[in-house]
């Protein structure tokens, strides 16, 4: 019998997927600003067909992969994907004349407003050269479902190195395992079926045995549930995590997924802050050092505002992520906060 691989979603990142409208992509990324160094071309130019080779050889095998649905109950599964094709997710532009930091960012606005295609890998790269002082930028972009949270700039951090070694690695041969037929999948659902239906009788056993403390566990996992279900989802703690793995082996995964999505839409506030510890030291791409990095969080149903903020090199970088329509005026609020961040930075003698 010739092997099949997938791998089940879990009931959080189904939740992402679920939560996710046309209007409201769950992507997150990053912007990365870099010195060209080796990287540039004799022209002046990027040398893409380089940074493509050093991508295949680092890429991780989920980034190779595609979402399919289980038969019946149409749960979303990981199978790989048979047409893979590099250069449709490592993308290459340029910013026309003067390429400031206002042309960037109105590309990366635009970049990011547009959905991931659910029939290929959930991810893409893309190359902007064009840059003031010999300096490119890659955006990167990778579903909410593939990542924890803000540290999808793992994508790109897979290509960070901590010393500027320009060599490029010797790429594994990764040719696709065979997507599952039908019988597969259904074997597969009625084996997870069969494994639910055994805990669920160890469960009802236990409960009989102790009912005073199955009732107490029932309570923690309420108030668990509720954080889960509260909290912000760019950062999920590890009990919530594990609560939400045992609602998984329950069976309840889809229940959750629904509680997600319609949370997901009720929200009581609009905007969320996050941060995420960078290295204090430099790093580079294939040499080329890193000097700016500003991750970007999505902005859920009925939310106007997103800022993230990233550490690196001693340097403090905010990403801003706004709805147009609501928060027409964002570069109001960018010119405030720089004042306010240096009156704090003269307050504080640095």
Not at 22 to 42: E, N, T, Y
Not at 192 to 205: H, I, K
């Amino acid at each position: 019998m010739t092997y099949s691989h997938y791998e089940p979603l879990s009931a959080v990142d189904a939740a992402f997927l679920a939560i996710e409208e046309p209007s409201c992509p769950m992507h997150v990324g990053a912007v990365a600003v870099f010195d060209a160094g080796p990287l540039a071309l004799p022209d002046g130019g990027f040398d893409i067909e380089r940074f493509r080779r050093f991508v295949d050889a680092v890429l991780q095998p989920r980034y190779r992969m595609r979402l399919a649905r289980m038969p019946v109950t149409r749960r979303p599964i990981w199978v790989d994907d048979a047409h893979f094709n590099l250069h449709y997710h490592v993308r290459h532009v340029s910013l026309p004349q003067p390429g400031d930091e206002r042309q960037l960012k109105r590309l990366a606005g635009h970049a990011f407003s547009l959905p991931l295609d659910r029939n290929k890998p959930l991810w893409e790269l893309w190359v902007v050269e064009g840059l003031p002082e010999r300096r490119f930028a890659i955006f990167s972009k990778a579903h909410h479902c593939m990542v924890d949270g803000i540290a999808s700039a793992d994508l790109l951090t897979a290509t960070m190195q901590l010393s500027p070694d320009a060599s490029v690695p010797e790429p594994w041969p990764s040719p696709p395992r065979r997507a599952p037929g039908v019988l597969d999948l259904a074997r597969g659902e009625a084996r997870r079926s069969a494994e639910r239906g055994l805990a669920s009788l160890r469960a009802v056993r236990d409960t009989a045995a102790r009912p005073r403390r199955a009732l107490a566990s029932l309570r923690d996992a309420a108030g668990s549930l509720r954080e889960a279900i509260a909290a912000s989802a760019h950062k999920t703690s590890p009990t919530v995590l594990a609560l939400i793995e045992q609602i998984s082996e329950w069976g309840l995964d889809r229940v959750f997924v629904e509680l997600t999505r319609r949370t997901a839409l009720t929200r009581p506030f609009n905007v969320v802050v996050t941060n995420v510890p960078g290295p204090q030291r430099p790093v580079y791409l294939l040499g080329a050092p890193l000097r700016a990095a500003f991750p970007l969080v999505p902005l859920y149903k009925n939310q106007a505002l997103g800022m993230a903020l990233f550490s690196y090199h001693g340097g403090l970088f905010w990403g801003l992520n706004a709805d147009w329509d609501l928060l027409p005026d964002l570069h109001r609020l960018v010119d405030a906060l720089a004042s306010d961040f240096e009156e704090l930075r003269k307050a504080a003698g640095l």
